[in-house]
């Protein structure tokens, strides 16, 4: 019964609680919690059609175990298609797919991680991340942020202090792109100078990236959101993408572009662990991908998402200016807000609820102990009305705790 | 880089090779080696429509993240259909949904394994439980068999060595129902013996039943394969079951029944490890419940696999009687035959894929290194005239090293 420590369990737990879940069974409750998307953007029709051609072809195979690396010509595609235009030059043996990013990061977790090691964490960072390291018995030393993104004379004073008590982190976890849940946009100069870093303390880089895509045209390119992978020349970055945000995330059709060797390793585990993904959604995703589908509703999942985050900033702009502070985003589902001085995240919690609004606490991503000033809102899954009316709630919460 | 010991990466490499995977590339080949279903028996019509109905209700939970645990009317179907008919109780709390049965040995694994410990196994066991088992760092000793099933007092004696050595077994693993890859019924009086075994040495059991539906009726009935679960007064049996090869496996949907506690901390590891299963793939699963389509297919299903079985059967008498041993199968999709003495399986595997014809090496499914002496032919994939043709090469083969 061991695998989930004390801790670690009491750590999910909570966790759980804090996505919001219970929310589902709170009549009229407005969740800003879960980081879902919104279904009004799935490509209905689409999906329509590409799954009656499937089925209607009456290939064995569409329906049938598969290669545990996954669906050679979704490899393919995205090899030549979506990793290209990232700028990432990887071959077949290099990718794998996965059952939703999460079992990336389980993957590269049981690869590289023995009970006890230090992983590296953003201050704050994912929280599925942490469950997974957690699950694995890693041990997590997080780093600030600053605007630029990590924090690095902090990171180089961590290894440092880790070194001197006879200790070696495995790797660092970071989320350049829009990261859940600060959703902060790591600069170009200090991706460089990070991949600089990782060479000089002989660190691997796990690079997590749902939500590259969803950047917001009015303040964001492409270019900005250029994954570290795409300039790693040495082989130290393992890099994570997923469909989830850009298509659906109910297949659960994500990826691995790793060094060959820990992508080999990460076959194997994925082996042990469930054989291989859905033979049909690999092929649904593959087909959205061939038809152009994910490319077409591209501009309009971003277009949907920045508007969304200009209502949720106008809402806490009349509600709340002058008592919490915020990042604008640039893209990805959701802003982080620094609540006012003496509030704290899990007493604010248990008011919001009884106002029927949902959120997760702050503290829930950070892997020291801290951050009960902060609360993530998730913008994605609401509509218009439910965001601006879900932060007027919030905001009397926050007044009546203030 | 640990998790994969040398010694278990190894053994994986080399399982992945004796899967026959390889087997793709050469043309002409008969594989005997996998155990897929036959994608004749998929109920191509019924998905069709199903698929059509869920996309066009456009629900967006359909393609949305979903509860860990699963898709809440389908345990519900489970309960009330599937495990009932078995006569297993449980509830809702009880049950998890996987992604395939093989994500259900890594999470029980997950939840019951330190690293070290011991798991009793049955000699052979299934391939992919001793790579997910190795992969969580446990150690496996093997129990044999004889006709009726696991041989208790080998048991006993397996337990007593590990605890003259201070040593003790976490949990026996077992699948009752024609085994892969040894095609074993467990006889009823010899699970309820196991069973008060369990109780005796204070063990959990591991039961694995992919194959329980796939009984043979000229020779078996549903009662020979009522589940030790299903007499599990304590709470002692951890149950796998799988659509798998019921309805389809590339939708990759199974379940474990599991006392709460392992549940619930199954429940956790679930979310460490991917979060969820597919939304999309549940509903279908569940839709073919709802609709009566796994039950109707059923009788056709055991129909096809039991006429394979009688082409195969007599494709050996006819060309290998005398030389080669094997028990009929009452049910599976698996024959498993002891080899003419003097031949052993890795010199065999390798005249045998110059003849092109397939099969997966005995030594493969054996954790003490034994083995060698027995080869698994797998008859639910091809066809009769392949069968019929693989067994002829397969022959050819054997007298050639004979």
Known sequence: MNHLSHAAEQFQESAIRRTGMLGATVPGLISLAAGYPAPEVFPW??????????????DGNTLQYGATRGYRPLIEHLLSGTLAARGIAAQFEDVIITTGSQQGLDLAGRVLIDPGDVILVELPTYSGAISAFHNLQGRMAGVPQDAEGLDLPALDATIAGLSATGQRAKFIYVTPNFQNPAGNLMSRPRRLALLEAARRHDLLILEDDPYGSIYFEDVTTAADTRPIKADDAEGRVIYLGSFSKVLVPGLRVAWMVAPRMIAQKAELAK????????AFDQRIV???????????????LRAHYQAKRTVM??????????????TSPRGGFFL?????????????????LKAKVSFVLGSAFFVNGQGHQFAR?????????????GIGRLAAAIMATD
Not at 45 to 58: E, G, K, N, P
Not at 315 to 324: E, I, S
Request: contains cysteine; hydrophobic residues 45%.
């Open 313 to 326: 900033e106008q809402a806490l702009t009349a509600t709340l200016a002058g008592r919490v502070k915020w």
């Open 377 to 389: 809102l998730a913008f994605s899954g609401a509509n218009h009305e439910q965001i601006s009316e």
């Open 45 to 58: 029709d689409d999906l329509q059609s590409i799954t009656a051609d499937l089925l209607a072809r009456r």
């Open 336 to 352: 982080w807000i620094e609540l006012p001085a003496g509030v704290d995240d899990c007493a604010l919690f248990d008011r919001a």
């Open 271 to 278: 082996q042990a662990a469930d054989i291989c993904g859905s």
């Open 286 to 300: 593959h087909s959205a991908l061939d038809r152009g589908v994910v490319d077409r509703i591209a501009p309009g």
